[in-house]
């Protein structure tokens, strides 16, 4: 017993020595495995991805201004064609008119494709506008040059009915947000009545009418329907995507149609639309 007691003490003394010599540990807590503080996920990227085909509609309001241009003139120097007093009178002057103007709602859809550069995003897209503004001016003036007398007058209307353009665009993107400018080309659907009466006559010397020419007085124009008149179109605007598939913009554009039978229809035209990506 005495011996089994001494090998005992023998053994604890031994495991004492062991502790002694072992680093302290009873301060350190003990690692527990997934104890560890891991990195903070990474914020969601909210970057959009502007790339792709797109097609909406839109409405808005536009200002239409109608003045007449060279078209007028021509006509009314085909009408004195071959006379000696359309050589002595400016024939421009005395067929301009005052610019007309007209406004309201438009409506219509466009569809287009975007190409994503980085930041950078080009495209194209064509639109379709119903309008059916318009406006009608008229004049008559005349002259007396020596022994004869001259008379014109001009009627000059028109009716735009609807347009479409093909245009480029170029915008930078900010997140969901692009400001972009655009431009291109336009074609329009009139209806337009533009037309000249002239009459051609001696007069006595105190200026009096005694009648007209053989042949005078003379017409020429008339309605036309579906007229195309061809113009361009620049402008801009800032686009939002609202999600990844659906896109807002608010844009303002320029369209000018020029010498369509006479008549130049410039439009201003502020609208807003929605459309829908792939």
């Known amino acids: 017993m005495r011996i089994l007691s001494i090998a005992q003490a023998l053994a604890g003394a031994a495991v004492v020595a062991e502790l002694l010599a072992s680093p302290a540990v009873a301060a350190d807590y003990p690692v527990l495995r997934g104890s560890q503080i891991e990195d903070a996920p990474l914020a969601p990227d909210l970057g959009t991805n502007w790339t792709g085909f797109y097609f909406g509609g839109f409405a808005g309001q536009t200002q239409t201004r109608f003045e007449s241009d060279r078209g007028v003139t021509q006509l009314a120097n085909y009408a004195m064609l071959n006379t000696s007093i359309a050589s002595q009178v400016n024939i421009q002057e005395m067929v301009t008119t005052l610019p007309r103007r007209d406004s309201g709602s438009v409506f219509g859809g466009y569809a287009g494709y975007n190409w994503a550069f ?161």
């Not at 336009?186 to 001696?202: H, Q």
């Not at 007209?212 to 620049?234: A, H, L, Q």
């Open 118 to 278: 980085g930041d950078i995003i080009m495209g194209v897209e064509a639109d379709y506008t119903r309008i059916d503004q318009e406006a009608a001016a008229g004049r008559v003036e005349s002259r007396r040059i020596g022994n004869e007398f001259l008379t014109i007058g001009s009627n000059q209307s028109a009716r735009l009915n609807d347009f479409i353009s093909l245009r480029a665009r170029f915008g930078y993107a900010y997140g969901r947000l692009m400001p972009y400018v655009t431009v291109g080309a336009a074609v329009g659907r009139f209806d337009t009545n533009v037309s000249i009466y002239t009459d051609w006559g001696p007069t006595n010397g105190s200026g009096v009418a005694l009648g007209s020419y053989v042949g005078w007085p003379r017409s020429v124009g008339g309605p036309k329907k579906d007229v195309w008149g061809f113009g361009g179109t620049i402008g801009g605007g800032l686009e939002a995507a609202l999600t990844d598939n659906l896109l807002v913009r608010a844009e303002y554009l320029l369209t000018r149609f020029d010498n369509v039978e006479g008549v130049t229809a410039t439009l201003n035209t502020a609208r807003v639309g929605a459309a829908v990506k792939f």
